[in-house]
């Protein structure tokens, strides 16, 4: 589903959100939303809620009667393709502004939307005292599912009763599930009441979810609430398959780790002094560096660097390093942030109580140190992220290379060379370097251009072209390989790092490098 609209959520002064704008997604999927608690991330789904159902701000913004408690003074609003209506409490209700703006919701796609908060509903458990008159059993499709998100069998005989003889539709609170166990070869069944409060949650969420529509959107709050990891993981693969098969968006808050590192799309909520920042398609570590309790992660040393390219980069060149020294490394962890600027301020903020007592360094890309650093000490010494720089002294290094301009530019350079390792590593004697980087002078074209006089322009424009000829160098070489795009990045890594330090004074700076690193633990 890629919605037809654009659509925009301004939350201010509810509850503890001073400000915060919401860009909904425009594709399905499953989508983590997290931050620290008291971050809006409850607030925020239940403003989404509100576009199809009426009640969201009764039902999840309950005022008091009492004119000092439970005050909702603030206003939310929604922008859907550059109209707006604004919702504010009038004392009894939601007042839509302007009027005759409140029929806007009705330009959304979605079919439905659906919010499952953590309250009563989602830990239901039948109370009535039960019979076992008219067993029957469950639906496969909600025992299959539920073998599978527990990694087991025990509900292969899963059963369903009525608790209710009204006609009509059977919502929860008229069916209870049961699970047969045969003592003394006398068959006997021990109901929800004993199931876990994991089991229960699951079990529940299926059946929220069995007869939703299509085109839908699904909003679960605190997803992980009293699952294993591994049962949280399991449940994501699902919710990933549910998402592809339904057409479905499906935003989940959390806390998790395991949640946070298994889904594709990270949004991070993070409270600043007078607004709170949204970071869409955030980075795992980003997120789990403002939730994740100390323990979690504790390597012997962590390395940060700005993308996953250049933690493949980082990857390589210390398997290099353990080599030329042939000895294992301590455990250590790399860490893509996002940009030179947000990887130097993740450092300094981490250090007092993500890392305690772990070393941290940074590994920049080549072209802060050739071009952002300089030019910053001599037009903006007073720029923070220049003088985080200078405070956080050798605790900052850099890579060999900006990780797709030094690639691309170091494959040109060693084509027969390259050429060869790879006709080797595919058994392929058709690959032919030359072909595949047929758009390399685009690079070129750009460096040699007069008329751009403004250099950093200039170098930004160089770097964002090599990311496009390498992007098209690596596709080509998948498709003549038949291997993923990531194997190549990998092997195209490996090979650069080979060849760049195979000569002695090139291992005798990454002895240094490394070695002063390590030397710290």
């Given at each position: ?19 915060l704008e919401f860009k909904m997604p425009s594709r399905n999927g499953v989508y983590a939303l997290t931050g620290t608690n008291g971050s ?219 949640v946070i590192r298994n889904v594709d799309n990270i949004i991070f909520l993070k409270e600043k002094e007078t607004y709170t920042e949204v ?243």
């Open positions: 589903m890629i919605l037809g609209y654009k659509l925009k959520i301004t939350i201010e002064d509810i509850k503890n959100i001073k400000k809006g991330k409850t607030t925020l789904l239940a403003t989404i809620a509100r576009i199809k159902n009426k009640f969201a701000f009764q039902k999840y913004f309950r005022a008091s009667p009492d004119e000092k408690l439970d005050l909702f003074k603030g206003k939310i609003e929604y922008e859907i393709n550059g109209e707006k209506v604004y919702y504010q409490y009038g004392g009894r209700n939601w007042s839509a502004h302007p009027r005759k703006h409140s029929s806007l919701f009705s330009n959304i796609s979605y079919t439905d939307i659906i919010l499952v908060p953590p309250n009563e509903s989602r830990l239901f458990i039948h109370q009535k005292d039960l019979n076992t008159h008219r067993i029957r059993g469950a639906n496969q499709e909600l025992i299959t599912h539920l073998n599978n998100i527990f990694s087991t069998n025990k509900f292969d005989n899963l059963k369903v009763m009525n608790t209710d003889k009204t006609r009509g539709k059977k919502n929860r609170s008229k069916v209870a599930y049961l699970i047969p166990k045969t003592i003394n070869r006398k068959t006997t069944y021990y109901s929800e009441k004993n199931f876990s409060l994991g089991e229960i949650l699951i079990l529940n969420l299926f059946l929220e979810l069995k007869d939703f529509s299509k085109n839908s959107l699904i909003l679960i709050d605190e997803i992980e609430l009293a699952l294993h990891p591994k049962v949280q993981i399991n449940l994501i693969n699902y919710l990933k398959e549910y998402s592809r098969e339904n057409n479905t968006q499906i935003i989940l808050s959390t806390h998790s780790i395991s970071t869409y398609n955030a980075y795992p570590a980003q997120a789990i560096g403002e939730i994740a309790y100390q323990d979690d992660l504790k390597p012997d040393i962590v390395f940060l660097v700005e993308d996953k390219m250049a933690k493949i980069l980082l990857t390589h060149m210390l398997k290099k390093y353990s080599e030329i020294i042939n000895k294992a490394l301590p455990d250590y962890k790399i860490l893509p942030i996002g940009g030179y600027k947000n990887v130097v301020e993740f450092h300094e903020t981490s250090k007092g109580y993500l890392f305690n007592n772990v070393p941290i360094i940074t590994l920049l890309d080549l072209d802060v140190k050739d071009d952002v650093i300089p030019y910053l000490e001599t037009n903006k010494p007073e720029n923070i992220f220049y003088q985080l720089y200078k405070i956080l002294g050798a605790e900052i290094q850099f890579l060999p290379i900006t990780p797709e301009l030094g690639l691309v530019s170091f494959i040109d350079a060693h084509k027969v060379q390259v050429t060869t390792i790879l006709k080797n590593e595919f058994n392929d004697n058709s690959i032919d370097v030359s072909l595949l980087l047929l758009r390399f002078n685009e690079i070129a074209l750009i460096q040699n251009d007069v008329t751009i006089l403004d250099l950093m322009k200039k170098n930004g424009q160089v770097r964002k072209k090599a990311k496009s000829v390498l992007s098209d160098f690596i596709i080509n070489l998948s498709r003549k390989t038949n291997e993923s795009e990531e194997y190549i990045i990998k092997i195209l890594n490996k090979i650069y790092v080979d060849l760049y330090f195979e000569n002695t004074q090139e291992q005798n700076n990454l002895k240094a490098l490394f070695g002063r690193f390590f030397s710290q633990i």
